[in-house]
Each structure stands twice: as C-alpha cells, then as structure tokens.
C-alpha cells in the first residue's frame, strides 16, 4: 500500500503566486523525497530531505519534514507556467520509494 | 533522462499474450525497479532489483515476473496479459548516495491490453 498521501489532490495558482502541498505518511522513513512529473514524461527527482533535517531549499522549492507528525510540505515560489506538472512525494527507507497518488499543480498566465 | 531507455514505447497486446518489457540503463547503477501508474494511485512498485540476478518483488507482483541478466537490462514479463494490466510502466534506477538513493526514471511504457 502507498506510504505517502497528497494533500490537495489538485491545485490551481495564478503565475507568480506561491503553490504549496502537502504530504503525510505511516510509517518510520530515512528521507523523504519529491518528484516532478510533466505530462507523458517520467519523474524527475527535485529534493531530498533527510529524517533528521527540518527543512531544506532548493532554489525555488522549499521543503519542511516534521517527523513528529508523519508530514512533509513542497512550497513552490514565483510558480511560473513550467511548472504545471504532477508533484509526488516518495518515502524512503533502504533503496525503496513508496509514492503518494501525487498532487497536480496547473498554473495559469 | 539519465541514460534510461525503454522499449517498447507504446503496445496494444491481446488478453492472454505474454508481452516483455526492457529497460535498459548506461550509468552502471546497481538498483533497477519496475513500476506501474494508474489514474488516483501514483507509482506502485511491482519489481526491484539489488543487482545482477538478484530480484525481489513489491507490492503489486502478481502476473509478473523480471529478469536481470546484466546490469544495464531488466526485463519485465507479464506472463499472460489481463485487461487490468493496461497501465503505463516505468522503469527506474538508483545507486547509493551516501545512504540516500534518488532515483531516476526512463520515459515510460504505454501498454493497452484488448
């Protein structure tokens, strides 16, 4: 069974506002993993945060993880119409990922 | 896409007909994993393999079998194809990053079965 849940399921932002989603999980991790996905294309990997990290940055993206609470949030700044994409949370532990059902982001110009 | 391939890109099989799947990989990662996607359930994992010949299943293996025969392959069987296979498959890849394993995903398999 999936490990991870989205939350909201869909999200829809005008361009330059701030897009945020969520994602809570069961079970003990060793990090906690978000990925992008273009319509038709594969996944691709935006940030890792480790269990003992609070929170963590990557140009745009910033990613909190609250472990007490089996939580995650993805914050996208200044959203831009490229990223209008599918965002899945992953939970890690070892070599294998867990996805959530993933929260779609459509940005308007 | 970080040297994965996968082929075929698109198939339309019939209920019963046994269909293979390769993913091929050119950066010598040791783990290869197979997933589906379905409409409201994300990626599941059927398969994964920890190195050559060494395979183990997820939580979606029923009706599927994998072989890794060499590092850069891994197949995925479904022995008798059912209608509730349709689904896009995608393969993907890791190695150790310290004790994080990112993983990076080839560009998917559509797959109709009539």
């Known amino acids: 069974s999936q490990q991870g849940e989205e939350d909201p399921q869909a999200l829809s932002i005008q361009e330059g506002e701030n897009a945020t989603m969520n994602c809570s999980y069961k079970?003990?991790?060793?990090?906690l993993q978000w990925y992008r996905q273009n319509s038709g294309r594969g996944l691709v990997h935006l940030i890792l945060?480790?269990?003992?990290?609070r929170e963590k940055h990557s140009g745009r993206l910033r990613v909190t993880l609250d472990t007490s609470k089996k939580s995650s949030s993805l914050l996208i700044t200044a959203s831009r119409a490229a990223d209008t994409a599918s965002y899945f949370c992953?939970?890690?532990?070892?070599?294998?990922?867990?996805f959530g059902a993933g929260t779609t982001v459509t940005v308007r110009a | 896409d970080a040297g994965i391939t996968q082929s075929p890109r698109h198939k339309v099989t019939e209920t019963g007909t046994p269909v293979t799947l390769r993913c091929h990989q050119t950066?010598?990662?040791?783990?290869m994993y197979w997933y589906r996607q379905d409409p409201g359930h994300g990626l599941r994992l059927i398969h994964y393999?920890?190195?050559?010949?060494?395979?183990d299943k997820g939580e979606v293996s029923d009706g599927y079998s994998v072989s890794r025969s060499k590092t850069e392959d891994f197949l995925l069987t479904l022995e008798s194809a059912t209608s509730s296979q349709t689904s896009v498959y995608f393969c993907?890849?890791?190695?150790?990053?310290?004790?994080?394993?990112?993983?990076?995903f080839g560009p998917g398999t559509r797959l109709t079965v009539t």
């Open positions: 992953a939970t890690a532990l070892g070599y294998k990922l867990s």
């Open positions: 950066e010598n990662h040791r783990y």
């Open positions: 993907a890849i890791s190695e150790s990053q310290g004790s994080s394993y990112e993983q990076y």
């Open positions: 393999s920890y190195g050559v010949k060494d395979t």
């Open positions: 945060i480790r269990s003992n990290e």
């Open positions: 079970t003990s991790i060793n990090n």
